[in-house]
């Protein structure tokens, strides 16, 4: 079994920044693609950023040039660096990730969701 556990979200100030975190546990091994979505209420889930093992990553327009994705793959984890958010960047959060078990088998969780709200 392989398990994400998400932490960091909260309320944050206009222009402020957060850290998004999500953790693998259980049999993960390696992770391969890993992927932050988001939703707000009244608006389809929408991908923020992915980024695979290689080191390549893909943002989405609106985030370009204030968020980053990153992983450290000793810890397991994947990041969701936000920067300059703004109001519309309120919503749950999502992380998803592909990779590796123990015993060479591929896994793909969920993530439970975190609330992000921006506002002053």
């Known amino acids: 079994q392989v398990q994400l556990v998400e932490s960091g979200g909260g309320l944050v100030q206009p222009g402020g920044s957060l850290r998004l975190s999500c953790a693998a546990s259980g049999s993960a091994s390696s992770i391969n693609v890993m992927t932050w979505y988001r939703q707000a209420p009244g608006h389809q889930r929408e991908s923020v950023a992915v980024?695979?093992?290689?080191?390549?990553?893909n943002l989405a327009d609106s985030v370009k040039g204030r968020f980053t994705i990153s992983r450290d793959n000793a810890k397991k984890s994947v990041y969701l660096d936000m920067g300059s958010l703004k109001p519309e960047d309120t919503a749950v959060y999502y992380c998803h990730i592909q990779g590796m078990t123990t015993w060479g088998t591929p896994f793909n969780s969920w993530g439970q969701g975190i609330q992000v709200t921006v506002s002053s």
């Open positions: 980024l695979v093992n290689g080191g390549m990553s």
